[in-house]
C-alpha cells in the first residue's frame, strides 16, 4: 500500500511538473509572437525605448514602479467600488498591454547586448534571442523572479518615458481612453467632457506658433468658456444625480472634478492675459477670430446632448440596469429609470446648449450686435423644442409605468427627435480628400504604413487629424469649410506651416 501511495505522490509531482512546463512554453511562445510583432511594426520606437532604458537605469525603474502601483491599484480599488466587469475587464487588459510592452524593450535592450557578440544579426533574431534569454532569466529561482520585476519596471518605465515625449495629441488620446473608462464605468471625468477645451488647445498651438498672440489670447478665454459653460454644467448636473442616488464617493469625486475644473479656467484666463500683453492684432483680425469661436462654441454645446444615448453615464448608469431590470420583467422600474434618463438628457440640452445661446442673445443685444440676435435666437428656439421633446417622452415613460405593464412598450423605445445639424458645406469624407492632396499628407503615407485620419468639425473650419496604428500624432490639417482649401498645417512636434491649398 505504501509503495502505491508512493508511486501516487510521485505521478501527481510529474504530471503537475509536465503541466508547469506546458504553461511555461505556451507563455515563452506567446511573449516571443508578441516580440515579433513589435519589432515588425514599431522597430525604431522600440530601439528607441530599449536605448532609453540601458539609459536611464534605477530612475527607469523606479519610475516603473511607481506606474505599476498606480494602475494596480487603480484597478483594485475600481473592483472594490463595484465597478461593471467590463470596465474591470478592460483595466486589467491595459495593464497586460503595458506588461507585453515592457517584455518587449527589455527583450530588445538584452537582444541587442547580445548581438554586440555576434555578427550579422537581424533585427528579428536579436529580439528573439533577448526574449529567449529573459525567458529563460524566469527558471532561476527567486533571483529569476526578482530580475523579472526589475526588468519590466525598466521596461514600463522606458515605455512611460517616450509617451512623454509624445506631442499632446497622443496625451489626449491617453488621458481619453483613462478618462472615458472612469466616465462609463464610475464617475464621468471631467476630461471626457472637455472635448471643446481640447480642440480649443489646438487652435492655441496654431496661433502661438505664428505668433499671433491676440488671437491665441481668444482661444485661451475660449478654452476657458468651453470648461465653464461645458464641462461645469455638465458635472453638476451629474452631481446632483448622485446626490439623489446618495453615492457619497461619486458625490466626492464629482466635487473635486468640479474644482479641477475652475483651476484649469482660471489658468486659461491667466495666461490669456500674458498673451494679450504681447498681441499685436489689429480690431478687425481679432473681430473676424471672434466670430470664428461663436461658430465653434456653438458646434461643441450641443455636442454631448446629443451624443447623451450613445455614451457616457446613460450607457452603465441607465441602460445596463434598466436592460437587468428588463431581463427580470421589472418593467415598471426600468421604465422608470429610463424617464430619469430623459429627464437627465433635458437638463443637458436646457443648462448647457440652451443656456448659452440665450448668454448669447443677451450679449448681442448689449452690445448692439442686432445681426446676431435673430439667428442665436433661432438655434436657442430649435433646442428648445429638442429638450420639451425629451421631456415629452419623460412624462409618457412615466405613464406607461404606472399602468404596471407585463412586457416592454414598443414607444418606450423611440429616442428619434429631430436634432439640428451642423451647418458645413463640406462632409468628413470631403474634408479628408482635401486633406490627401496636401504634399505632407502625400508624404505621411509614403514614410508610414495603418494611418489612421480623422475629421472633426470646428463650426467654421475643420481639422483633420492623422495618426499613426499606435495614435502617435503626425499631422493636423486645417480645411476651409467654404474653399475646401488647405490653410494650415500643425505638424508633429508642432512646426507650422500656413500655406494655400494647391495641387502638388
Same mark, same amino acid.
Given at each position: 500500500?505504501?509503495?502505491?501511495?508512493?508511486?501516487?505522490?510521485?505521478?501527481?509531482?510529474?504530471?503537475?511538473?509536465?503541466?508547469?512546463?506546458? #504553461?511555461?512554453?505556451?507563455? !515563452?511562445?506567446? /511573449?516571443?509572437?508578441?516580440?515579433?510583432? =513589435? %519589432? @515588425? $511594426?514599431?522597430?525604431?520606437? *522600440?530601439?528607441?525605448?530599449?536605448?532609453?532604458?540601458?539609459?536611464?537605469?534605477?530612475?527607469?525603474?523606479?519610475?516603473?514602479?511607481?506606474?505599476?502601483?498606480?494602475?494596480?491599484?487603480?484597478?483594485?480599488?475600481?473592483?472594490?467600488?463595484?465597478?461593471?466587469?467590463?470596465?474591470?475587464?478592460?483595466?486589467?487588459?491595459?495593464?497586460?498591454?503595458?506588461?507585453?510592452?515592457?517584455?518587449?524593450?527589455?527583450?530588445?535592450?538584452?537582444?541587442?547586448?547580445?548581438? #554586440?557578440?555576434?555578427?550579422? !544579426?537581424?533585427? /528579428?533574431?536579436?529580439?528573439?534571442?533577448? =526574449? %529567449? @534569454? $529573459?525567458?529563460?532569466?524566469? *527558471?532561476?529561482?527567486?533571483?529569476?523572479?526578482?530580475?523579472?520585476?526589475?526588468?519590466?519596471?525598466?521596461?514600463?518605465?522606458?515605455?512611460?518615458?517616450?509617451?512623454?515625449?509624445?506631442?499632446?495629441?497622443?496625451?489626449?488620446?491617453?488621458?481619453?481612453?483613462?478618462?472615458?473608462?472612469?466616465?462609463?464605468?464610475?464617475?464621468?471625468?471631467?476630461?471626457?467632457?472637455?472635448?471643446?477645451?481640447?480642440?480649443?488647445?489646438?487652435?492655441?498651438?496654431?496661433?502661438?506658433?505664428?505668433?499671433?498672440?491676440?488671437?491665441?489670447?481668444?482661444?485661451?478665454?475660449?478654452? =476657458?468658456?468651453?470648461?465653464?459653460?461645458?464641462?461645469?454644467?455638465?458635472?453638476?448636473?451629474?452631481?446632483?444625480?448622485?446626490?439623489?442616488?446618495?453615492?457619497?464617493?461619486?458625490?466626492?469625486?464629482?466635487?473635486?472634478?468640479?474644482?479641477?475644473?475652475?483651476?484649469?479656467?482660471?489658468?486659461?484666463?491667466?495666461?490669456?492675459?500674458?498673451?494679450?500683453?504681447?498681441?499685436?492684432?489689429?480690431?478687425?483680425?481679432?473681430?473676424?477670430?471672434?466670430?470664428?469661436?461663436?461658430?465653434?462654441?456653438?458646434?461643441?454645446?450641443?455636442?454631448?446632448?446629443?451624443?447623451?444615448?450613445?455614451?457616457?453615464?446613460?450607457?452603465?448608469?441607465?441602460?445596463?440596469?434598466?436592460?437587468?431590470?428588463?431581463?427580470?420583467?421589472?418593467?415598471?422600474?426600468?421604465?422608470?429609470?429610463?424617464?430619469?434618463?430623459?429627464?437627465?438628457?433635458?437638463?443637458?440640452?436646457?443648462?448647457?446648449?440652451?443656456?448659452?445661446?440665450?448668454?448669447?442673445?443677451?450679449?448681442?443685444?448689449?452690445?448692439?450686435?442686432?445681426?446676431?440676435?435673430?439667428?442665436?435666437?433661432?438655434?436657442?428656439?430649435?433646442?428648445?423644442?429638442?429638450?420639451?421633446?425629451?421631456?415629452?417622452?419623460?412624462?409618457?415613460?412615466?405613464?406607461?409605468?404606472?399602468?404596471?405593464?407585463?412586457?416592454?412598450?414598443?414607444?418606450?423605445?423611440?429616442?428619434?427627435?429631430?436634432?439640428?445639424?451642423?451647418?458645413?458645406?463640406?462632409?468628413?469624407?470631403?474634408?479628408?480628400?482635401?486633406?490627401?492632396?496636401?504634399?505632407?499628407?502625400?508624404?505621411?503615407?509614403?514614410?508610414?504604413?495603418?494611418?489612421?485620419?480623422?475629421?472633426?468639425?470646428?463650426?467654421?473650419?475643420?481639422?483633420?487629424?492623422?495618426?499613426?496604428?499606435?495614435?502617435?500624432?503626425?499631422?493636423?490639417?486645417?480645411?476651409?469649410?467654404?474653399?475646401?482649401?488647405?490653410?494650415?498645417?500643425?505638424?508633429?512636434?508642432?512646426?507650422?506651416?500656413?500655406?494655400?491649398?494647391?495641387?502638388?
Amino acid at each position: 500500500m505504501i509503495g502505491f501511495a508512493f508511486a501516487g505522490d510521485a505521478a501527481e509531482k510529474v504530471a503537475s511538473l509536465f503541466g508547469g512546463t506546458i #504553461l511555461y512554453i505556451a507563455i !515563452s511562445v506567446g /511573449l516571443m509572437a508578441f516580440c515579433v510583432l =513589435a %519589432v @515588425t $511594426f514599431f522597430r525604431t520606437r *522600440l530601439e528607441d525605448a530599449a536605448m532609453r532604458a540601458q539609459q536611464r537605469g534605477h530612475s527607469g525603474i523606479w519610475l516603473g514602479l511607481l506606474n505599476y502601483v498606480v494602475i494596480i491599484g487603480i484597478v483594485l480599488a475600481v473592483a472594490g467600488f463595484g465597478a461593471p466587469d467590463p470596465v474591470v475587464g478592460i483595466l486589467f487588459l491595459i495593464l497586460l498591454i503595458l506588461s507585453l510592452c515592457a517584455f518587449a524593450i527589455e527583450a530588445q535592450e538584452i537582444g541587442q547586448r547580445i548581438a #554586440l557578440l555576434r555578427e550579422n !544579426s537581424t533585427p /528579428l533574431t536579436t529580439i528573439l534571442l533577448g =526574449a %529567449v @534569454t $529573459f525567458n529563460l532569466a524566469f *527558471l532561476v529561482p527567486i533571483l529569476g523572479q526578482i530580475l523579472w520585476v526589475i526588468l519590466l519596471a525598466r521596461g514600463l518605465g522606458a515605455l512611460v518615458g517616450s509617451l512623454r515625449q509624445r506631442t499632446s495629441k497622443t496625451n489626449v488620446m491617453i488621458l481619453f481612453l483613462a478618462g472615458s473608462i472612469c466616465f462609463y464605468g464610475i464617475v464621468p471625468s471631467s476630461e471626457a467632457v472637455r472635448e471643446g477645451t481640447a480642440n480649443a488647445n489646438i487652435m492655441i498651438r496654431r496661433y502661438e506658433r505664428k505668433q499671433a498672440f491676440g488671437k491665441a489670447a481668444l482661444w485661451r478665454e475660449a478654452a =476657458a468658456q468651453c470648461l465653464d459653460v461645458i464641462s461645469t454644467p455638465l458635472s453638476e448636473i451629474t452631481l446632483e444625480y448622485a446626490q439623489r442616488r446618495r453615492d457619497v464617493d461619486m458625490v466626492e469625486k464629482l466635487k473635486e472634478e468640479i474644482a479641477d475644473i475652475e483651476r484649469q479656467r482660471e489658468e486659461h484666463l491667466r495666461r490669456s492675459k500674458l498673451l494679450w500683453e504681447k498681441a499685436t492684432e489689429n480690431q478687425k483680425e481679432l473681430d473676424a477670430e471672434r466670430a470664428k469661436i461663436r461658430e465653434f462654441i456653438g458646434e461643441w454645446v450641443a455636442y454631448y446632448p446629443k451624443q447623451f444615448y450613445n455614451f457616457g453615464i446613460y450607457q452603465n448608469s441607465f441602460r445596463e440596469p434598466m436592460e437587468a431590470l428588463k431581463d427580470q420583467q421589472k418593467y415598471r422600474q426600468a421604465l422608470l429609470l429610463e424617464a430619469e434618463a430623459s429627464d437627465m438628457c433635458a437638463k443637458q440640452y436646457d443648462r448647457v446648449t440652451i443656456q448659452y445661446f440665450r448668454n448669447a442673445v443677451k450679449q448681442a443685444k448689449d452690445s448692439n450686435r442686432q445681426e446676431l440676435v435673430k439667428p442665436l435666437s433661432h438655434q436657442a428656439e430649435l433646442y428648445q423644442q429638442v429638450r420639451d421633446g425629451h421631456l415629452r417622452r419623460s412624462a409618457t415613460l412615466r405613464a406607461l409605468a404606472e399602468k404596471n405593464p407585463q412586457y416592454w412598450p414598443v414607444e418606450a423605445d423611440n429616442k428619434e427627435f429631430r436634432v439640428p445639424q451642423s451647418k458645413h458645406k463640406l462632409t468628413a469624407e470631403k474634408a479628408i480628400q482635401a486633406a490627401r492632396t496636401h504634399a505632407k499628407v502625400r508624404q505621411i503615407f509614403r514614410e508610414h504604413r495603418n494611418i489612421k485620419e480623422f475629421a472633426w468639425f470646428q463650426g467654421f473650419c475643420w481639422t483633420v487629424s492623422y495618426y499613426t496604428q499606435d495614435f502617435s500624432d503626425l499631422a493636423i490639417i486645417f480645411v476651409d469649410d467654404e474653399t475646401g482649401k488647405v490653410t494650415d498645417v500643425l505638424i508633429s512636434p508642432g512646426n507650422l506651416e500656413e500655406r494655400e491649398w494647391e495641387e502638388q
